[in-house]
Structure formats: structure tokens, C-alpha cells
């Protein structure tokens, strides 16, 4: 599912306007996304968690050449699943 088939499943299933529910959807990736860069964890009841992780620098091999090539270190996010969802 994309974001516009997003839009359309949650319009349809409140009975409100694609325009309306796709301001409220960038509003909330907007939040999370906001929170997230902060080093912020954002934690959806039943849906899981987002959180900002760290990955380390590290060696690893390009795959044409065989020749060994650093990674650097990287931010990254990671998600959690809820255990509602989980069980789902």
C-alpha cells in the first residue's frame, strides 16, 4: 500500500474528505518524523515504536571487485513492532 491508497482506505473508512485525511497523514509523518531527528521515540499503542539507532563504522567488501572498502558510521531509524501487531 502506497500513501495515496493510504488516503483513500482511511477516507473511506471515516467518511471524510481525501484532501482532509491527506493533511492529517503529512501532519503525522511530518510529528514523527520531527520527533525521530530530535532522538526522540515515538511509540504508537498497538502499532509499534520509531526510533532513532546507530549503526558503527565498519569494513565491508565490494561485491564486483572483492576489494575491501569503510562504511562509516550511520544514524538510522528503526522500528519496533507493537504486540498487537505482532500477534496480527
Given at each position: 500500500?502506497?500513501?495515496?491508497?493510504?488516503?483513500?482506505?482511511?477516507a473511506?473508512?471515516?467518511?471524510?474528505?481525501?484532501?482532509?485525511?491527506?493533511?492529517?497523514?503529512?501532519?503525522?509523518?511530518?510529528?514523527?518524523?520531527?520527533?525521530?531527528?530530535?532522538?526522540?521515540?515515538?511509540?504508537?499503542?498497538?502499532?509499534?515504536?520509531?526510533?532513532?539507532?546507530?549503526?558503527?563504522?565498519?569494513?565491508?567488501?565490494?561485491p564486483?571487485?572483492?576489494?575491501?572498502?569503510?562504511?562509516?558510521?550511520?544514524?538510522?531509524?528503526?522500528?519496533?513492532?507493537?504486540k498487537?501487531?505482532?500477534?496480527?
Amino acid at each position: 500500500m502506497n500513501k495515496q491508497e493510504l488516503i483513500e482506505t482511511v477516507a473511506a473508512a471515516t467518511g471524510n474528505s481525501k484532501a482532509s485525511i491527506a493533511g492529517a497523514i503529512d501532519a503525522i509523518i511530518g510529528a514523527v518524523t520531527g520527533a525521530v531527528a530530535n532522538g526522540e521515540a515515538v511509540q504508537l499503542v498497538g502499532f509499534g515504536t520509531f526510533a532513532s539507532g546507530a549503526r558503527a563504522a565498519r569494513v565491508g567488501r565490494n561485491p564486483a571487485t572483492g576489494a575491501e572498502m569503510h562504511i562509516a558510521a550511520a544514524q538510522t531509524v528503526r522500528f519496533t513492532a507493537g504486540k498487537a501487531l505482532k500477534k496480527r
